[in-house]
């Protein structure tokens, strides 16, 4: 049976890091603050928000939490941003998505005009353009909270076969440069991917962000794998499940995160993380005030 890596376990290793850069922060005067725009009423993303504030007020980050209506117009919600960039006392600005349909096609375009040293989920081109060239920066909270994990846990990145199935902006592209960074040879795999279950089989680290409930099957992975499961898929109203058939897959493999309880749970802490980066980093360039 396979190593569960609890999400819980390792989150709380990466919050107790960002509330010490809290700490070190305030007592040079300086409160990190992040500012969470949410258009529109989706369930989910009030969900998600109300975990963030309730991880920032845990960890004395102060945060605002800026609700505007369904019918907001881009313009608007821009002005919104610009306020914020503006505004010396916030540190991180994240828009949650999805956005509302009528302002879905400008995604683009609202995630990159907020200021790249607020960014905190990692997504403007600038902070892409420095992963990509090995530049330290903001970086995507999932992907980086699934590299931390797997440092914490001592698992071996360097010499690593990794494969990835999904090639999202979110999670697929930005964790295959995080695993090169750390010299692991990777595999990037989508749905065009021929021969997927033959290269499934020649991992030693295995992402699965491809959206389908239980697509990786045991017979795809070789003994003693590590399995990280970024899929959350709704199957019935109170059942939620990976990419991963978890309960066959976890008889294979070494080490492996279940659904719920691992991956979402680092994201958030990696969050935090970033905010206290980037507030440390701005204090920096503002000469410690």
Not at 139 to 154: F, H, I, K, N
Not at 212 to 240: C, S
Not at 249 to 270: C, D, F, R, W, Y
Request: charged share 25%; net charge negative; hydrophobic share 45%.
């Amino acid at each position: 049976m396979a190593r569960i890596l609890n999400g819980k376990e390792f989150a709380a290793r990466m919050k107790e890091n960002a509330a010490q850069g809290v700490r070190a922060l305030r007592t040079c005067g300086v409160h990190p603050r992040l500012a969470v725009i949410i258009v529109g009423n989706d369930p989910a993303s009030e969900v998600y928000v109300r975990n963030k504030q309730k991880t920032c007020e845990e960890l004395g980050i102060l945060s605002d939490h800026i609700a505007l209506p369904e019918e907001t117009t881009c313009a608007e919600l821009l002005a919104c941003i610009d306020e914020l960039n503006a505004d010396e006392e916030v540190h991180g600005i994240l828009v949650q998505l999805p956005l509302p349909a009528a302002l879905a096609a400008r995604e683009e375009e609202v995630l990159s005009r907020i200021d790249p040293r607020k960014d905190v989920d990692g997504f403007h081109p600038v902070n892409v353009g420095h992963l990509f060239i090995g530049v330290p920066g903001l970086r995507p909270c999932t992907p980086a909270g699934c590299v931390r994990m797997l440092e914490y846990a001592d698992i071996t990145i360097e010499g690593a076969n990794a494969v990835i199935i999904g090639r999202s902006n979110i999670v697929g592209k930005p964790m295959a440069h995080l695993l090169l960074e750390r010299h692991a040879t990777v595999t990037l795999c989508h749905s065009r991917t021929k021969n997927l279950a033959e290269i499934v089989r020649t991992a030693d680290i295995l992402v699965a962000a491809v959206g389908r409930p239980r697509f990786v099957t045991a017979d795809m992975v070789k003994p003693g794998v590590t399995v990280i499961d970024v899929g959350i898929n709704r199957i019935a109203p109170k059942q939620l499940v990976g990419d991963v058939d978890f309960d066959a897959v976890s008889k294979v493999a070494g080490a492996i995160t279940p659904v719920p309880g691992g991956v979402g749970l680092l994201t958030v802490a990696m969050l935090m993380e970033n905010v206290v980066q980037a507030a440390k980093v701005q204090t920096e360039e503002r000469g410690g005030r």
